[in-house]
């Protein structure tokens, strides 16, 4: 079953604020929402991961609406180094907490 | 840097041999999870240790298997390996083994079966 729901790809212009959505609609009250990004052929690296409120660290913020069924990652001032396929993943504790990466969205940043 | 290592980087093998992928988890992380990358399939969850113990068990194969030792490093055995089993394979690891522990992945090794 298809945990999360993400546009295939993005644009997002330098300087500006990135938005990105994800659908995760059957979550469970205890089950994080994360985020990861990967650049190429890298190693997924991690970004910021939520499971009520809404989260801010040095990288990005993340909205996690009310009925938690959706929520936002944002990178407020995109530059080009932010281009890469990000991972919108609900992790699913009831089997074993490990990762179900999706085909995640690939964000441009456009000079 | 993640402070995760694997080992080789780059590996080109042929098909039906064995060959052995290691991780060094970062300091403190109790925790090793293998994925696999691979063009049509995307990132798959293979296997989780916690010290030294086997976790959870994704889509992995009958002819691979894993290990944690005791100094928490692991390796990933693939064997008998055919030309699909040619992909990124990642290394990650966390404190914990819960869903609140976020993950760090390493640089993976570069599996080429010809």
């Known amino acids: 079953d298809a945990k999360t729901t993400q546009p295939t790809s993005m644009d997002c212009a330098e300087g500006r604020a990135a938005n990105l959505p994800c659908n995760h609609s059957?979550?469970?009250?205890?089950?994080?929402v994360y985020w990861y990004r990967q650049i190429h052929s890298q190693g997924p690296q991690y970004i910021i991961h939520?499971?009520?409120n809404n989260e801010t660290n040095e990288m990005a913020s993340l909205i996690i609406t009310e009925d938690r069924k959706s929520s936002t990652l944002i990178l407020p001032h995109a530059t080009l180094r932010d281009t890469a396929v990000y991972y919108c993943?609900?992790?699913?504790?009831?089997?074993?907490?490990?990762?179900?990466f999706g085909t995640g969205t690939s964000l441009t940043v456009i000079p | 840097d993640s402070g995760v290592t694997q080992t080789p980087k780059h590996l080109i093998t042929a098909t039906g041999q064995r060959v052995t992928l290691r991780c060094s988890p970062r300091?403190?992380?109790?925790?090793v999870y293998w994925y696999q990358q691979s063009l049509d399939q995307g990132l798959q969850f293979l296997i989780q240790?916690?010290?030294?113990?086997?976790?959870a068990k994704g889509n992995i194969l009958e002819r691979f298997s894993a290990q944690q030792f005791p100094d928490l490093h692991s390796e990933l055995n693939l064997s008998s390996l055919e030309l699909g089993d040619s992909a990124l394979y990642f290394c990650?690891?966390?404190?914990?083994?819960?869903?609140?522990?976020?993950?760090?992945f390493g640089p993976g090794t570069r599996l080429t079966v010809t």
């Open positions: 990650a690891s966390s404190a914990g083994g819960g869903s609140s522990s976020e993950q760090y």
């Open positions: 059957t979550i469970s009250g205890n089950e994080y």
């Open positions: 939520g499971l009520k």
């Open positions: 993943i609900v992790r699913v504790e009831s089997t074993g907490n490990q990762f179900y």
């Open positions: 300091s403190g992380d109790l925790s």
């Open positions: 240790y916690y010290n030294g113990e086997e976790r």
